[in-house]
């Protein structure tokens, strides 16, 4: 069966530090990889994707992530993080098509001045 | 992309009462999907409800207490029966694009749902 572990809870930098959201994934075929950020009070919004091809996978809000087969991981980054990105972020992953989506328990972002 | 409307964003209901949340999405698509994330969880998938078939639930999920319609290819409500404290969540619909890479899952700003 498919799974996804984050294994941070909470994490809080300082505004304009850089920020790793750790995301790893167990599942028997290739994976269909997913980053989404909920906002307090909203739904959730796709950050970035990845299917296939490059490795590094660049997403909106200048987050990018860094697809590793042999650590079967998919650690979400930033290099300047902004007050704007406090919310909660979760890792998905799925097979192709229209088929369910298996989510991390998230990691809540809190940025400081 | 989709766009997807869910109805209400959020209600406080009494325990014992039912609540029906509507999903209405701007096209026409064959799967959607209601989650449910708890306070500080995750997303758990309750159920997969196709057009013109009864909905698919996952383990832990039961037709009698989320039963769910799919009267056409862009409309579903999820109705919470019996409502209890425990059943205080976000409830979320969902949908799945297809086409190859450019598949993404698409969410509803979900409904925040508070039994007392």
């Known amino acids: 069966a498919q799974s996804v572990t984050q294994p941070d809870i909470h994490i809080t930098v300082s505004e304009g530090a850089s920020l790793e959201l750790r995301c790893n994934y167990s599942y028997g075929a290739t994976p269909y990889l997913f980053w989404y950020v909920q906002s307090p009070g909203q739904g959730l919004q796709l950050l970035l994707k990845y299917f296939s091809g490059d490795t590094l996978v660049q997403g909106i809000k200048g987050f990018e992530a860094e697809f590793k087969r042999s650590q079967s991981s998919f650690n979400l980054r930033k290099p300047s993080v902004h007050w704007s990105d406090a919310a909660e972020y979760f890792c998905?992953?799925?097979?192709?098509?229209?088929?369910?989506?298996?989510f991390g328990t998230g990691t809540r972002l809190t940025i400081i001045p | 992309s989709a766009v997807i409307s869910q109805k209400p964003s959020r209600d406080i209901c009494q325990r014992g009462t039912s609540l029906t949340i509507q999903c209405q999405v701007d096209?026409?698509?064959?799967?959607m999907f209601w989650y449910r994330q708890q306070p500080g969880q995750s997303l758990t998938l309750i159920a997969t409800?196709?057009?013109?078939?009864?909905?698919?639930?996952e383990s832990g999920f039961v037709i009698d207490k989320f039963p769910i319609s799919r009267p056409n290819l862009t409309f579903s409500t999820l109705t919470v029966s019996n409502m209890s404290p425990e059943d205080s969540s976000i409830y979320l619909c969902?949908?799945?694009?297809?086409?190859?890479?450019?598949?993404?899952?698409?969410f509803g700003q979900g409904t925040r749902l508070t039994v007392v």
């Open positions: 998905a992953v799925g097979p192709f098509g229209n088929e369910k989506l298996t």
């Open positions: 409800a196709n057009q013109g078939s009864e909905a698919t639930y």
């Open positions: 969902s949908v799945e694009g297809t086409g190859g890479e450019n598949t993404e899952a698409f």
């Open positions: 096209s026409q698509v064959t799967m």
